[in-house]
Structure formats: C-alpha cells, structure tokens
C-alpha cells in the first residue's frame, strides 16, 4: 500500500538538493498520514528505484527525516514513522544557543513569558487531582537531600504547572526550554528554604483559583535583580559562548 502510494506521487526529483527534495516529499507524505506511525517505510533500495536517486541521496534524506523527529533509522530495520515530539526543538535551541545567533537571556526570558501565563491558566484550570499533584511534588522538594533531586523536582513542579494550564504547546516548549537551561540550574543552586516558600507561594495561588496572583508570584520567582546569583549565572554561561 505504502509503495503505491509512493508511487503515485512520483515526479521528476530537481537535479539540486535531491536528497532535500525526497525528504520533503517523505515528510509531506508523513505529515498528510498517508504513512502512519509504526510503519515501515520502503528499504532503501527501493526508494532509489521509485525516485531513480543514488543510495547516497536517500541515506541524506532519511538522516534529514531522522533529524526532523518524523522516522527512526535502525540498522537491519529500517526507518520506522514515528511521532514526533518536543526534542527537536530542543536540539534546535541548543544549537542556537552555541552558535551564539540567541543567547541564554533571551531562553529564559522566553520562559518566564511562558510559565507566567501557563501558571495563571493552571489557576482557572485546575483539578483535585491537579492540586494532589503538585502538592505531592512540593513535600518530595521538601524531603530531597541535595542539589539534583531538588532540581529534579523544581523541574517536575513547572513541568506540571504547564500541563496542568491546559495548553500543550506550553509543555512542550517549557521542558525543552529548561533543558537547554540545565547549566543555569546548576548555577544558581542556593537558599532552598527561599526557593521552596516561592513554590509554596504558587501553589497556593494555583490552589485558590487566583489567577492574578498565580501570574504575580510565579513573576516574582523567575525575575531576579542586577545583583542576584541567577543575573550572575546567565553572565557566566553567556561568557562561556
């Protein structure tokens, strides 16, 4: 079924960036579930006989598909269709980032614009289980014996903040966003009791159903002064551009 359908939409390949061109014609095809998720797509081979390109020229645009998150490329298998999901976006932001074309600023200031608005959605959105949720998280902050297992559960309380808003582009942006992040987290490390009396400071709000105030203390938590330890922190990861 798969190679009729290739083969219905066959055209001459342009002589330039062929393996662009395939790619796009897969990824069109992918994109419109013409070949759904969890299926095989033709061996190579026999993508060099439908399109009358090189096994070179597939290979490119099988990585160019792989790269984009829309198949996955085995050995002895083959490129399987596959989901896509937020990891790509996050390679791409990291990439930026080291390339020096945006810094790291601009990904946290990005992501305080984000988690506001996601934390004053999650105030109008909430659910009991929402709320068991996050408080369950803020007693294993609370618990946690040092510097990783906070930041895995400061990082686990956004996360769930973003999901909760109801929004799924939120999720998945924010998680790459703090991804890229990850330096800084380690950074800036320091007064946990602070830290965790802000946690609580949100969830209350989230909990009331405030959304102002869950907007406003969820503000207060990501911004920080000239002085601050966080200013410091995207200094130095800047520095190290």
Not at 50 to 59: A, D, F, H
Not at 113 to 119: D, F, G, K, Q
Not at 125 to 133: L, M, P, S, V
Request: hydrophobic share 40%.
């Amino acid at each position: 079924m798969i190679r009729k359908m290739l083969a219905m939409n066959i055209k001459t390949l342009s002589k330039s960036n062929l393996s662009q061109v395939l790619a796009a014609k897969l990824e069109k095809m992918i994109i419109e579930k013409q070949i759904k998720a969890g299926e095989l797509l033709p061996s190579a081979s026999e993508l060099c006989d439908l399109y009358g390109v090189s096994r070179t020229i597939v290979r490119e645009a099988l990585v160019s598909l792989q790269e984009r998150g829309l198949v996955d490329v085995k050995t002895g298998v083959g490129a399987t269709v596959v989901r896509p999901n937020g990891n790509t976006l996050g390679e791409t932001v990291k990439r930026l980032v080291s390339l020096s074309i945006v810094s790291y600023r601009d990904v946290y200031d990005l992501r305080i614009i984000l988690e506001t608005t996601a934390c004053k959605l999650a105030a109008l959105t909430r659910t009991k289980e929402d709320i068991k949720q996050l408080l369950n998280i803020l007693e294993k902050m609370k618990a946690s014996p040092g510097q990783k297992q906070w930041t895995e559960y400061e990082l686990e309380f956004h996360f769930a903040i973003a999901k909760i808003s109801g929004n799924n582009l939120f999720s998945i942006i924010i998680s790459q966003l703090s991804d890229t992040l990850e330096d800084f987290f380690n950074l800036t490390y320091s007064n946990r009791e602070e830290a965790f009396n802000d946690h609580k400071e949100i969830f209350e709000a989230i909990e009331t159903g405030n959304p102002d105030k869950a907007y406003q203390v969820m503000l207060k938590h990501l911004s920080f002064d000239l002085k601050s330890k966080q200013y410091k922190a995207l200094t130095e990861l800047e520095e190290m551009q």
